[in-house]
């Protein structure tokens, strides 16, 4: 009976690593999971944010700074927003103004102003993993809205 126990001593230390490698892996990739949705959330809140902007900064617009709001204004304006682990010079932000009521053209108040944020986001986790390449996910998010002033 002694001998046996002598010959599986260690065994459980072997045991543990080879189920805590497995654990922490897991770990990980839910953190990365969770780092992904809000990275999502996140670029998608910029656009609305972005559309916002521009619908008070129409031709009409007197009172605020940036009045009719051009491309480079909203793309500055959403970079601003960054927060969090998210870099602000990789944001980006394109705006269009795709539809207009008739006898309406450009910013006009009833025009429509279309605002795309994308944002790369780079998973962690598989930077530890020998051999493995790691992607760039590009995250987009569209938001449109009716021009007001």
Not at 66 to 82: E, P
Request: charged share 10%; aromatic share 8%.
């Amino acid at each position: 009976m002694r001998n046996a126990r002598k010959s599986e001593r260690g065994a459980s230390l072997a045991e543990t690593a080879i189920v805590m490698a497995v654990v922490l892996a897991l770990v990980f990739a839910i953190m990365d999971f969770g780092r992904a949705m809000y990275t999502y959330a996140f670029v998608a809140q910029l656009a609305r944010e972005g559309a916002r902007w521009a619908i008070v900064r129409g031709v009409q617009c007197t009172q605020l700074d940036h009045c009719n709001a051009a491309q480079t204004d909203i793309q500055a304006y959403v970079q601003t927003l960054s927060e969090g682990a998210t870099n602000p010079n990789s944001i980006t932000a394109s705006a269009t103004w795709p539809a207009c009521p008739a006898g309406l053209s450009g910013k006009q108040p009833g025009c429509v102003v279309s605002v795309t944020v994308t944002y790369p986001f780079e998973f962690l986790a598989i930077k530890f993993i020998p051999g493995m390449q790691n992607p760039l996910m590009t995250m987009s998010s569209t938001s449109q809205m009716v021009i007001s002033q």
